[in-house]
């Protein structure tokens, strides 16, 4: 499949790589913090904006000093900044106390964020599933479907955000949706069953990625953007379509997630794999992080057994040409009696980063 796109005039005259003189930067070669190069390690914490004092939260309250005090130097850490967890659950309106005292903690203890804007299927954020449309142009729009927790358009939130945080040093990439796809809904659920993948499904995704990183870059030209793509096949990045949104000026670190291949470093088949991802990536100069990597434990494995196997996928992708490796997910509370991806504080897995 050929895939193209002309950039209106505007867009082009703001698609040169992100300006000099942010800490964290993107090459051909890698990541590189304060102009050395970075092979960062680290977690998802998506729960670190939970306050209940002022939000409804995701999850349970994290003790943000002792969190990032406890992670080895300059960790690269990916939490859920969602509108929601900025709208005060007592008054409706916008609070960033919580999401400004996570950059305040990783600021104090000299780590790194990528905060994730929105959530592709709606997770704390009502629970509403993104579909084609809102890609062409829901975005743009005040949410108006039932049951979504949002006081502002996407648009408007991604522009708020990047206007207060984008000169925080611990600011290492923007992430827009966490996962996206341009699948579109059939039913009300939009169950995943019965979503349909249309051929106009990647031109939508990269038209996105192209506008709505047009804005970020026009607000913070600096920080760096992250296409935060599982990488499996998913609607809008199949195949060579992955690529295709790779080579979008305004997307500088691409991201791959791993889950169900215990213990193998470059999972996938020849078409979706990691492997494809690492070669498309390295055609487009690129760096390709990945962004989340999961395997079950507690009652359905020993932690020790699954910090084993994720050690040696972290050392076989690194081998391999990736940018750096996310684990899924710290959690302050790790359910032991329950098959799931928690790592808690005192995880065999904290071995796995900062090496």
């Given at each position: 499949?050929?895939?193209?796109?002309?950039?209106?005039?505007?867009?082009?005259?703001?698609?040169?790589?992100?300006?000099?003189?942010?800490?964290?930067?993107?090459?051909?070669?890698?990541?590189?913090?304060?102009?050395?190069?970075?092979?960062?390690?680290?977690?998802?914490?998506?729960?670190?904006?939970?306050?209940?004092?002022?939000?409804?939260?995701?999850?349970?309250?994290?003790?943000?000093?002792?969190?990032?005090?406890?992670?080895?130097?300059?960790?690269?850490?990916?939490?859920?900044?969602?509108?929601?967890?900025?709208?005060?659950?007592?008054?409706?309106?916008?609070?960033?106390?919580?999401?400004?005292?996570?950059?305040?903690?990783?600021?104090?203890?000299?780590?790194?964020?990528?905060?994730?804007?929105?959530?592709?299927?709606?997770?704390?954020?009502?629970?509403?599933?993104?579909?084609?449309?809102?890609?062409?142009?829901?975005?743009?729009?005040?949410?108006?479907?039932?049951?979504?927790?949002?006081?502002?358009?996407?648009?408007?939130?991604?522009?708020?955000?990047?206007?207060?945080?984008?000169?925080?040093?611990?600011?290492?990439?923007?992430?827009?949706?966490?996962?996206?796809?341009?699948?579109?809904?059939?039913?009300?659920?939009?169950?995943?069953?019965?979503?349909?993948?249309?051929?106009?499904?990647?031109?939508?995704?990269?038209?996105?990625?192209?506008?709505?990183?047009?804005?970020?870059?026009?607000?913070?030209?600096?920080?760096?953007?992250?296409?935060?793509?599982?990488?499996?096949?998913?609607?809008?990045?199949?195949?060579?379509?992955?690529?295709?949104?790779?080579?979008?000026?305004?997307?500088?670190?691409?991201?791959?997630?791993?889950?169900?291949?215990?213990?193998?470093?470059?999972?996938?088949?020849?078409?979706?794999?990691?492997?494809?991802?690492?070669?498309?990536?390295?055609?487009?100069?690129?760096?390709?992080?990945?962004?989340?990597?999961?395997?079950?434990?507690?009652?359905?494995?020993?932690?020790?057994?699954?910090?084993?196997?994720?050690?040696?996928?972290?050392?076989?992708?690194?081998?391999?040409?990736?940018a750096g490796a996310l684990l899924w997910a710290f959690?302050?509370?790790?359910?032991?009696?329950?098959?799931?991806?928690?790592?808690?504080?005192?995880?065999?897995l904290w071995q796995s980063i900062g090496s």
């Amino acid at each position: 499949m050929v895939l193209s796109l002309m950039l209106s005039a505007d867009a082009a005259d703001v698609a040169a790589a992100p300006d000099p003189g942010a800490r964290v930067t993107a090459s051909a070669d890698g990541l590189a913090l304060d102009g050395n190069p970075w092979w960062p390690t680290g977690f998802n914490a998506y729960q670190l904006a939970t306050d209940w004092s002022v939000n409804a939260g995701c999850g349970a309250m994290v003790d943000l000093d002792g969190y990032f005090s406890a992670l080895p130097p300059h960790s690269l850490t990916r939490f859920d900044a969602f509108q929601a967890l900025a709208i005060n659950r007592f008054t409706g309106t916008l609070d960033f106390r919580p999401m400004d005292a996570v950059f305040a903690a990783a600021e104090a203890h000299g780590q790194l964020l990528v905060p994730v804007l929105s959530p592709q299927d709606g997770a704390c954020e009502g629970n509403v599933f993104k579909g084609k449309q809102w890609y062409v142009d829901g975005w743009t729009t005040p949410p108006t479907v039932p049951g979504t927790t949002a006081v502002t358009s996407f648009q408007q939130w991604m522009l708020t955000a990047v206007n207060r945080w984008k000169d925080s040093p611990a600011l290492a990439a923007w992430e827009l949706v966490g996962e996206p796809e341009t699948s579109s809904c059939t039913d009300a659920a939009c169950s995943w069953t019965t979503r349909t993948c249309t051929a106009d499904a990647a031109q939508v995704l990269r038209s996105f990625f192209d506008t709505a990183g047009q804005q970020v870059r026009s607000v913070d030209a600096r920080t760096l953007i992250t296409a935060g793509l599982t990488g499996g096949g998913q609607c809008g990045s199949q195949g060579d379509e992955y690529e295709y949104l790779a080579q979008s000026p305004f997307v500088d670190v691409l991201q791959y997630h791993d889950y169900g291949a215990d213990g193998v470093p470059l999972p996938g088949d020849q078409w979706n794999g990691l492997q494809r991802r690492i070669t498309q990536t390295d055609s487009v100069g690129k760096p390709l992080l990945v962004g989340e990597i999961g395997q079950l434990a507690g009652s359905c494995g020993e932690t020790g057994a699954r910090a084993t196997s994720i050690a040696t996928k972290i050392a076989g992708q690194r081998a391999a040409g990736t940018a750096g490796a996310l684990l899924w997910a710290f959690v302050p509370d790790p359910r032991a009696t329950e098959c799931s991806y928690d790592i808690g504080p005192n995880d065999p897995l904290w071995q796995s980063i900062g090496s």
